[in-house]
């Protein structure tokens, strides 16, 4: 097989012997929703009959159909020892490390926390809608916390949808290229209030000890009624002692949300884990004007919440801390070096990097606003990939659902449903399957000299920061899918 045959998500054989909500606490209720084309009724059915909302779904499930396979059996390390280094989107890796969910569902979950834009949009002030939406930008990977499976990397081609009246939005996504392995997304509030798009490429890394991904690409949202842009790239990713020990997960980098009406900033730091845990988690920023004047500190966890308060008291707070520190003894700084990227010499080791000791809860400064709350797992969320309840509905499928959706939609992929149902082996089966499909078609088009052509996304220019990306083209909610590709 040469370079150009190689597959994103390689595929190996498993055989296995054992194959067989609550949203946050501050939702809004969006009432007066409408279509953004209201020239179109992109939610009516024949003869003008209206469909059940929600992708026909009326109550969301709260579990999946099967627990979660244990991983306890398998050894990743005789997969990626020789890809230190290297860049992981053509390695084989058995599917007990994934999870039931494709790459596109999973950036779905950036909606989970969708209340913050609609409160944005409501906002008066500059600064307020900065702080919502930099509190969305947290949010929006707080599910990833103990998210330690792999989704399926989509298929070329591939299309997730959701319609959340009861959140105010609806959710459209493709895969539009598999090398480089690119997935567009795009978002509007149903009451007209916002858009949200953009194109993700994760970049995976194998360092030894752990697997870094990072998330290139920039996400937009619009806030439609201020005509204002945010844009911003979410921070880089590592999941620990993917060789041995207990799996955990950092989330470090800086990220920077730009206001791109008014020159307003939201500089966030993802803290990574320092010496004895104690960074872990941590979030920490500020909000500036186009003058660089520091307007307002936020601080917090992205695990659990996020706080904000005036610079003045934050001083003064952080003066306060440093006279009663004075008198400890001083830890050395680790200056947020990972040490098992440098040591190639300990990948072969038995010795796992230890899981850090999550420290108190975040310390609230006296006069701070919440900005966010993480929402409550379900009680059985250990069994079930540790998915959050918005989760956990991503992929449910109800009879007759399939009528209203594109034949491209993750819903409909055997493997992912299979493993969901806890078939591994058919899971494993129909993977290998659908890739050697999708491999097949490759060649047919080289054969017949002919280009894929993606049908809801064009590659062009970010109108806001002018880098290349992805654009929707609109239409996907006429639901005219007569043209969509077989790919399963």
């Keep these: 097989m040469n370079g150009e045959e190689e597959f994103f998500d390689a595929v190996t054989g498993f055989d296995s012997d054992n194959s067989s909500g609550e949203f946050s606490e ?27 909302q929600e992708n026909g779904i009326q109550k969301h499930r709260t579990s999946l159909p099967a627990p979660m396979f244990t991983r306890s059996d398998f050894s990743v390390w005789s997969i990626l020892k020789k890809c230190i280094g290297l860049e992981l989107s053509k390695i084989t890796m058995p599917i007990a490390f994934n999870e039931p969910l ?87 509030g149903l009451s007209q209030d916002f858009v949200f798009h953009g194109s993700i490429y994760p970049k995976l890394k194998f360092w030894g000890k752990s697997v870094e991904a990072e998330p290139r690409g920039t996400i937009t949202l619009e806030l439609l009624k201020h005509n204002e842009a945010y844009t911003w790239t979410n921070p880089t990713c590592c999941v620990h002692n993917v060789i041995i020990g207990k799996l955990w997960i950092e989330q470090y980098g800086v990220v920077e949300i730009l206001n791109h009406r008014t020159g307003d900033k939201c500089v966030l730091n993802f803290k990574p884990c320092g010496l004895f845990g104690k960074e872990l988690h941590r979030v920490e920023g500020h909000i500036q004007d186009k003058n660089k004047k520091k307007l307002f500190i936020i601080y917090g966890k992205w695990t659990e919440c996020l706080w904000g308060t005036d610079p003045t008291s934050y001083e003064s707070f952080k003066k306060q801390e440093k006279r009663g520190d004075h008198l400890r003894k001083a830890r050395p700084d680790d200056g947020s070096e990972k040490a098992d990227r440098d040591v190639a010499g300990d990948v072969a080791s038995d010795v796992a ?68 149902n806890g078939n591994m082996d058919l899971a494993s089966q129909e993977k290998e399957r659908l890739e050697e499909k999708q491999r097949e078609a490759r060649r047919e088009r080289a054969k017949e000299e002919t280009e894929w052509r993606t ?14 990306d992805w654009l929707y083209a609109g239409d996907y909610f006429e639901r005219d899918f007569s043209d969509c590709p077989d790919i399963y």
């Design 102 to 188: 494709s790459f596109l569902q999973r950036i779905t979950e950036y909606m989970e926390h969708v209340y913050l834009i609609h409160r944005a949009s409501r906002q008066a002030q500059p600064l307020e809608r900065m702080q919502s939406v930099a509190a969305f930008a947290v949010s929006a990977v707080a599910s990833q916390w103990e998210r330690t499976g792999k989704p399926f990397n989509p298929l070329l081609g591939e299309t997730y949808e959701l319609v959340r009246e009861d959140l105010g939005f609806r959710f459209i996504s493709e895969q539009v290229s598999h090398h480089p392995p690119v997935s567009a997304f795009y978002s509007e």
């Design 455 to 468: 049908r809801w996304f064009y590659p062009g220019d970010n109108p806001h920061t002018g880098a290349p």
């Design 26 to 52: 501050a939702n809004q209720k969006i009432t007066g929703m409408i279509d953004l084309d209201t020239s179109k009724s992109t939610r009516s059915g024949k003869g003008g009959e209206r469909p059940s």
């Design 353 to 420: 990097d230890d899981v850090p000791v999550a420290q108190e809860t975040v310390q609230v400064i006296p006069g701070s606003k919440l900005l966010w709350r993480i929402n409550s797992r379900p009680p059985n969320s250990a069994q079930m990939y540790n998915f959050t309840s918005f989760t956990v509905s991503l992929n449910e499928l109800e009879s007759g659902m399939e009528k209203t959706l594109p034949p491209t939609d993750c819903r409909l992929r055997p493997d992912i449903r299979g493993m969901e």
